[in-house]
């Protein structure tokens, strides 16, 4: 009961701040672009909101990620997730809390960095999954719900 009223006051605090940047880069392998072994990604100052929504790479190539988070207040995280499975573990990481990170020991969690604080950055380097298309998410509490995106591996 205790993370259900968590996860709702969460929303109900940030609910307002679900902009959707829906944007891409030259990172993010939209069509007629090639796909990326190096990648950025930030969060969008107050919001929970990634400033990248889409992501290319290459299915089974080593893949490094820096995530940089832009808020000045709140904490956030780049978790992949596999196919279908970010809700879940969106609220698998609010059971597990900040002491993990709020990323949940799950082999439905196939990368993440770690839980940054504001300001600050993490440089990760995992191998990309297999063809298809996979969701990330900032598992700290609540945000999964609108703080996400897709990375597809071709």
Do not use: R
């Amino acid at each position: 009961m205790k993370n259900i009223i968590v996860l709702l006051t969460t929303l109900v605090l940030f609910g307002g701040c679900t902009k959707n940047s829906g944007g891409s880069s030259s990172d993010s392998g939209t069509a007629g672009s090639t796909t990326e072994k190096n990648l950025s990604v930030g969060s969008v100052g107050e919001t929970m909101a990634y400033d990248k929504t889409e992501l290319t790479v290459p299915a089974g190539q080593s893949i490094t990620l820096t995530f940089k988070n832009n808020s000045t207040t709140l904490k956030h995280n780049w978790v992949l997730t596999n196919p279908g499975k970010d809700n879940d573990v969106g609220i698998a990481g609010i059971k597990v809390g900040e002491a993990k990170g709020y990323v949940p020991d799950s082999p439905d969690v196939l990368a993440h960095t770690k839980l940054v604080d504001s300001g600050g950055s993490d440089t990760i380097t995992f191998k990309a999954p297999a063809a298809g298309d996979y969701p990330f998410i900032c598992t700290n509490a609540g945000h999964h719900t609108v703080m996400k995106g897709t990375l597809h591996s071709k």
